[in-house]
């Protein structure tokens, strides 16, 4: 039986992170004319989707993830008729957009908010989290902020105080009250409307928080210097059981307009991250999975354990996905390093389900190191040591000043290699980072295995090396990556002879392979494709 697939199915995702990709208007911070004179580089990566992080008016306390209104853009990216040009320009190459919902706080600046502060009887007082000081005047639970530091702040005007899971300045909404689900719905519609291609919710699994609002147990195994996000156990202020209610109707709005993805940001053990597609599949499309960008280390039998582990605890018809950045973790490239990274391109690539890749990952970019005075994040500010900043430098575009991304200072400092490792000097390259991004992205769309087949790992006594086929009708690859820094010859022969070698990370190689005899070099992937033996 041949299955439908839709585009969130079949596609690769590309987050942008506006602040740093391209100012077009020389304030030295990235704006949306800029990625519209940057779409052509999108177009010839291949991606089918970008994902901007937030455009909307903000303070920016927390770089937009603190939205002051909801159905405008910040002035610092442009104005509502440069966001329809960007959608437009993406749509006539075929590029779809989501878009960053955060529904589970807004501004402290925004009128909501405001209103709510404005006195305890405001009939919007209830749209956010109130609560009276506990007996000793101190916070009403012992809920930590993301951040550091308590999640409650005081308002001295009117003598209580209100939650904050993040920055002081994102006040929590209240999703209790159905008329915040109302309005935030009413805002999926309103960029629905305008024609977005779907969102990636923020911490969409924080959105219901305990009704008794109890106190968290503290983790036992959290030591001074491990991060704050980890001191308490959060039984109670996420992953709470009507929070599935909240993200239905979520869905329901998602699916009146045709075609639109539904992304949730849920940072979770499997086995209760799946519970996100919903009993029906009713719930987001796809729950974020982390796994690559969480894990403690890099080698390739906890690597197969994870990918196995996720393959056997989706649910039927659960569709898969994989990240391997974003703008709140270690780069890739710093986190396993160059020759590594090419590797972890190449499973992410090649894995089953839909791709997200970080703005710049292609490139190698790594963490640029900013020090404590430069630093900007609230969670660095915060919790010294956390910052986000060193993933969020600008895009290198090439050997210019300021790497092409700004005439102006940029608002982060740029990496101090970015007159060698830049999109430019990538673009001509014939063994670049970029010219592997792009292949794999050939690849895994012409061919279907790659792109819709099944999954399978297969078992080699070599620990460094991870092998796992795809298959689709009698089309059979084979990925072989090599998690060492040292050569292997791998016996193969009982998965097929022969093969054709489609990629390898080094970019190098095609031609037959004998798989009895697999010599693997140091820090290489290899994409196979099988010839089934004749007869
Ligand atoms: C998750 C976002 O990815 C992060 O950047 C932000 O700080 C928090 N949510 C709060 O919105």
């Known amino acids: 039986m041949t299955r439908s697939y ?46 901007l992080s937030p455009i909307f008016p903000s303070p920016m306390a927390d770089f937009g993830y603190d939205i002051s209104d909801y159905v405008a853009i910040d002035p610092r990216f442009g104005t509502l008729v440069d966001f329809d040009r960007l959608l ?31 006195s305890r009887e405001h009939p919007q007082r209830d749209w956010y989290i109130w609560r009276d000081p506990a007996p000793d005047g101190g916070p009403p639970n012992n809920w930590d902020s993301y951040f550091g530091g308590p999640a409650w702040t005081f308002d001295p005007a009117t003598g209580q105080y209100y939650l904050h899971l993040f920055d002081p300045k994102q006040p929590d909404l209240n999703w209790r009250n159905p008329k915040v689900c109302a309005a935030m719905l009413d805002v999926m519609r309103f960029w629905l ?65 045709p075609d639109r993805a539904f992304i949730g940001e849920i940072y979770l053990p499997i086995t209760k991250l799946v519970h996100y597609y919903g009993p029906n599949l ?37 569709w898969p996905n994989w990240v391997l950045g974003n703008h709140d973790r270690p780069r890739i490239a710093s986190r396993v390093g160059l020759a590594q990274a090419r590797v972890a391109q190449m499973l992410l690539l090649t894995l089953r389900g839909t791709p997200t890749c970080y703005y710049g990952d292609e490139i190698g970019m ?62 001509v390259d014939p063994i670049s980072e970029l010219t592997l991004f792009r292949r794999l992205i050939v690849l895994r769309r012409s061919i279907s295995a790659l792109t819709i087949g099944d999954y399978h790992s297969l078992d080699i ?39 054709e070698a489609l990629c390898s990370t080094h970019l190098d190689r095609s031609g037959t392979v004998d798989l009895a005899k697999l010599a693997m070099r140091a820090d290489e992937g290899l994409i196979i494709h099988l010839i089934r033996a004749s007869g």
């Open 6 to 51: 839709v585009w969130w199915q079949t596609g690769v995702i590309y987050q942008v992170y506006p602040w740093s990709f391209q100012d077009s208007n020389d304030d030295g911070i990235g704006d949306l004319p800029g990625i519209l004179s940057r779409l052509d580089y999108l177009q010839s990566l291949g991606i089918d989707a970008i994902w």
């Open 88 to 118: 437009d320009a993406a749509h006539q190459r075929g590029i779809k957009m989501l878009l960053d919902l955060v529904p589970n706080h807004t501004s402290d600046e925004h009128p909501w908010f405001l209103a709510a502060r404005s």
């Open 193 to 257: 409307n305008r024609g977005v291609d779907g969102f990636r919710v923020d911490v969409i699994w924080m959105l219901i928080k305990d009704a008794q609002l109890r106190d968290n147990p503290v983790n036992p195994d959290w030591k001074p210097g491990d991060p704050p996000w980890l001191r308490q156990i959060k039984l109670y202020n996420e992953d709470q059981p009507e929070v599935h209610d909240v993200i239905r109707a979520m869905r329901a709005v998602i699916d009146a307009y």
């Open 282 to 318: 009713d719930e987001v499309h796809m729950p974020f999975n982390f796994q690559l960008l969480l894990m403690q280390g890099w080698d390739a039998r906890q690597t197969r354990e994870a990918v196995d582990a996720y393959e056997a605890a989706l649910p039927e018809g659960g």
């Open 366 to 427: 790594r963490d640029t190191p900013i020090t404590q005075e430069q630093v900007k994040d609230p969670q660095g500010i915060r919790s010294p040591g956390y910052s986000r900043d060193p993933v969020r430098t600008p895009m290198q575009w090439d050997a210019g000043p300021n790497a092409g991304f700004s005439a102006n200072t940029p608002w982060l400092p740029l990496a101090t290699d970015y007159a060698a490792r830049n999109v430019h000097r990538q673009d």
């Open 461 to 499: 006594a070599n620990p460094a090396i991870f092998a796992y086929l795809r298959t689709d009708h009698d089309q059979r690859v084979l990925i072989v990556l090599n998690f060492s820094a040292t050569t292997h010859e791998l016996d193969l022969s009982t998965i097929g002879a022969t093969g």
